[in-house]
């Protein structure tokens, strides 16, 4: 990959939305372009998805994906981690799949079998405001096969005083209720 910048980048590299490689060794052409590069060895499934670069000087970020797969592939998602949060906080859960051809990405809420979200790209985003926990599926499909992840969401409820009890005043040694 060629880029220009003023002052000279630095080139981070992601997976996935997971940062692989921080500030990548870049070559200065002598057209003061910089390049750059990451070989990506595709050891097993589990090495597709969503590559990308990320430039930023002190003036700016740019970004460059590409979806890395093999031919005829099964679909395959990343593990995604359960979550804790706040009640009624927003939340957003990013499904990351590889899969070739025709991949057909779904959220579904697995109390109520309901669709929350299709997508043909990855990654597929769920964004929701929840006020009890709940159980969410990811799952991937093309002619090749299947895959499923289950992401738990606990929701927290803080501290707060339901009732207030109002002030008494009483006498010393004097049974209180008679």
Not at 86 to 109: E, R, T, V
Not at 139 to 151: I, M, S, W
Request: net charge positive; charged share 15%.
């Amino acid at each position: 990959m060629t880029i220009y910048s003023d002052p000279i980048s630095q080139i981070d590299i992601y997976k996935d939305n997971q940062q692989l490689i921080i500030n990548n060794q870049i070559n200065i052409l002598s057209s003061g372009d910089i390049f750059t590069h990451y070989r990506i060895y595709l050891i097993n499934i589990s090495y597709t998805g969503l590559y990308e670069y990320r430039a930023r000087n002190t003036f700016g970020q740019i970004t460059y994906s590409k979806h890395i797969n093999i031919e005829k592939q099964k679909p395959f998602i990343q593990p995604i981690l359960n979550q804790t949060i706040l009640i009624d906080q927003q939340f957003i859960l990013a499904c990351y799949a590889s899969g070739q051809p025709n991949l057909q990405l779904k959220w579904i809420d697995q109390t109520t079998k309901q669709i929350l979200n299709t997508s043909l790209t990855s990654p597929i985003i769920l964004t929701l405001k929840n006020t009890k926990s709940n159980l969410y599926i990811c799952q991937a499909n093309n002619p090749y096969g299947e895959d499923l992840k289950y992401v738990y969401i606990t929701i927290k409820i803080p501290a707060k005083i339901l009732s207030i009890t109002l002030n008494k005043t009483i006498k010393i040694n004097l049974f209180y209720g008679k």
